[in-house]
C-alpha cells in the first residue's frame, strides 16, 4: 500500500505564492507518476496538474502559466509551485500517485489509475 503525505497548504492573499509538496512511502510502484487535485465544498473534485516519472507535465487550462508541478523522483516525491494565486483556487488540494503508463488528464481522472490519495491540504485565497 502506497501513502501520501501532503504539506504547504495555508492562508495567502491573492496574488501570492504557495508551495504543495507531496511524499510517497510504502509500495513501491513502478515509474510512478503524480498528480494534484482540489476540490471545493459541494462541487466535484477537479484535475489541477499531473507529472510522469519522464517529467511530462499537464494542467489544466486555468492554471497554465501559474502553476507548475515537478517531480523529485530520487526522494518520491512531488511539488505544486502555485503562483500569482487567486481567490478561485481556493479548495482543498489532493495528491495522488498513479502507476499508469501515461499521466494525462484523461488517465489520471479515471479512479481505477490512481493507486493512492493524499488527506488534503487546505489553500484559501484572500482577496
Known amino acids: 500500500q502506497v501513502q501520501l503525505i501532503e504539506s504547504g497548504g495555508g492562508l495567502v492573499q491573492a496574488g501570492d505564492s504557495l508551495r504543495l509538496s507531496c511524499t510517497a512511502s510504502?509500495?513501491?510502484?513502478?515509474?510512478?507518476?503524480m498528480g494534484w487535485f482540489r476540490q471545493v465544498p459541494g462541487k466535484e473534485r477537479e484535475f489541477v496538474a499531473s507529472?510522469?516519472?519522464?517529467?511530462?507535465?499537464y494542467y489544466r487550462e486555468s492554471v497554465k502559466g501559474r502553476f507548475t508541478i515537478s517531480i523529485d523522483n530520487a526522494k518520491n516525491t512531488a511539488y505544486l509551485q502555485m503562483d500569482s494565486l487567486r481567490p478561485e483556487d481556493t479548495a482543498v488540494y489532493y495528491c495522488?500517485?498513479?502507476?499508469?503508463?501515461?499521466?494525462?488528464?484523461?488517465?489520471?481522472?479515471?479512479?481505477?489509475?490512481?493507486?493512492?490519495w493524499g488527506q488534503g491540504t487546505l489553500v484559501t485565497v484572500s482577496l
Open positions: 507529472v510522469s516519472w519522464s517529467g511530462s507535465s
Open positions: 495522488v500517485v498513479s502507476g499508469a503508463a501515461s499521466l494525462r488528464p484523461v488517465v489520471i481522472a479515471d479512479k481505477r489509475n490512481v493507486d493512492a
Open positions: 510504502g509500495r513501491t510502484l513502478r515509474r510512478p507518476g
